[in-house]
């Protein structure tokens, strides 16, 4: 099971931090993925991490804003996003895919490998 949180009303320019606790003991064994949805968009991929923590990916539109990262003593997994955009509002969901590697490959970006979703949690950025 996937709990996010973090969501909120911001302004333009500003920061949140989002966090998906994770239940479960084999926590390090899965990739960890965030995606948004915006209203009447599809659900895109924003970013992924490796098992470990290494070998972040994101997508071009979020690249140097966006952080991802993880702490595999606590389960969770966390979106630093800075510098918003009005562009960035959307509903947040993040996502869990058993790997067997540490290799981050480009399958990461797709929905269709994620096994474990969570509820999402609304980023509204205001201009």
């Known amino acids: 099971q996937l709990q996010a949180s973090g969501g909120g009303l911001v302004q333009a320019g500003g920061s949140l931090r989002l966090s998906c606790a994770a239940s479960?003991?084999?926590?390090?064994?899965?990739?960890m993925g965030w995606f948004r949805q915006a209203p009447g968009k599809e659900r895109e991929f924003v970013a992924a991490?490796?098992?470990?923590?290494?070998?972040?990916s994101y997508v071009d539109s979020v690249k140097g804003r966006f952080t991802v990262s993880r702490d595999n003593s606590k389960n969770t997994v966390y979106l630093q996003m800075n510098s918003l955009k009005p562009e960035d509002t959307a509903v947040y969901y993040c996502?869990?895919?058993?790997?067997?590697?540490?290799?981050?490959?480009?399958?990461?970006?797709?929905?269709?490998?994620?096994?474990?979703w969570g509820q999402g949690t609304l980023v509204t950025v205001s201009s």
């Open positions: 996502a869990a895919a058993a790997a067997n590697s540490e290799i981050l490959s480009p399958r990461y970006g797709s929905r269709s490998v994620y096994d474990y």
């Open positions: 479960g003991r084999t926590f390090s064994s899965y990739v």
């Open positions: 991490i490796s098992r470990s923590g290494g070998s972040p």
